[in-house]
């Protein structure tokens, strides 16, 4: 997403933090993906003072960028040897700059969306989650743009959404991957617009289209209204230890069989 939409960004981040308000968590190590930067890293710091923010920034965001944010948050997060990376690493490589049961908790804000596999990153949040860790994430859902489809000629090359999985879908995909207790959730938010050229500019920047530069909009009844589907889900990372479940049958490490001793 590009700075367009920022407040979009900031909007449904509060929301999902305020959802975390009733979990209880014990953390020390945070996971940001991405990591929009400022917003995050101040909400985080001021939550959670003595964690280390661990971040993956979003696409144009430079080191001072990141630098200056840690400053604005909190001055102790420069010291506390958090690590950042890039989101086009993660993009090429499919892996988190982290080792294994790494993280106690994984924020992800409005990614999933422009993921093609969902479910591989449902798995790297699983191997660097810590036993008892939270997943929390949100994500535009396959009713986004609603209106746009149904429109004969655009003045854009409209795209379908790379997850187009509504919450029932993540839901299902959370406990084949593990993940217990998953609590989705989900929301319309109807965005109004005066001009067409900010719809074309938020339609941009969703992601959901490209603009065409021979083509005059002026002359073309676009829509004044906009649906967003805001999914939310947050789901624990509990037993670990416990292989992969394959035909309904879990397989224990046998490492993991204790011995009653009198």
């Known amino acids: 997403m590009t700075q367009p939409i920022r407040w979009l960004q900031d909007e449904i981040a509060d929301r999902m933090l305020q959802k975390l308000d009733i979990v209880k968590l014990k953390v020390q190590d945070i996971l940001l993906i991405p990591d929009f930067s400022g917003k995050h890293l101040y909400s985080f710091a001021k939550r959670f003072p ?30 506390r040897n958090g690590k950042t990376s890039a989101i086009a690493s993660y993009l090429n490589t499919g892996k988190f700059d982290l080792p294994d049961n790494s993280v106690d908790l994984v924020f992800s804000n409005l990614l999933l969306q422009d993921l093609a596999d969902p479910k591989h990153f449902l798995q790297e949040c699983w191997r660097v989650l810590r036993e008892g860790g939270l997943i929390a994430f949100s994500y535009l859902g396959p009713d986004t743009g609603k209106e746009l489809r149904s429109m004969g000629t655009t003045p854009f090359q409209l795209k379908n959404l790379l997850n187009p999985w509504d919450m029932h879908d993540m839901g299902d995909a959370l406990m084949g991957e593990r993940f217990s207790d998953p609590v989705m959730d989900m929301e319309y938010l109807m965005l109004d617009y005066e001009k067409p ?30 649906t967003l589907e805001v999914v939310y889900g947050h789901a624990w990372a509990i037993g670990k230890h416990l292989a992969k479940a394959q035909d309904s049958v879990a ?12």
């Open 50 to 79: 003595g964690a280390r923010i661990h971040s993956v920034a979003e696409q144009g965001s430079s080191s001072f960028d990141l630098w200056r944010s840690k400053v604005s948050a909190n001055w102790r997060t420069l010291f």
């Open 197 to 226: 050229a900010l719809l074309l500019a938020d339609i941009e920047a969703l992601k959901m289209g490209i603009p065409s530069t021979n083509f005059a909009y002026e002359t073309t009844e676009l829509p004044t209204k906009l």
């Open 251 to 262: 397989y224990i490490d046998i490492n993991q069989i204790g011995r009653k001793t009198r």
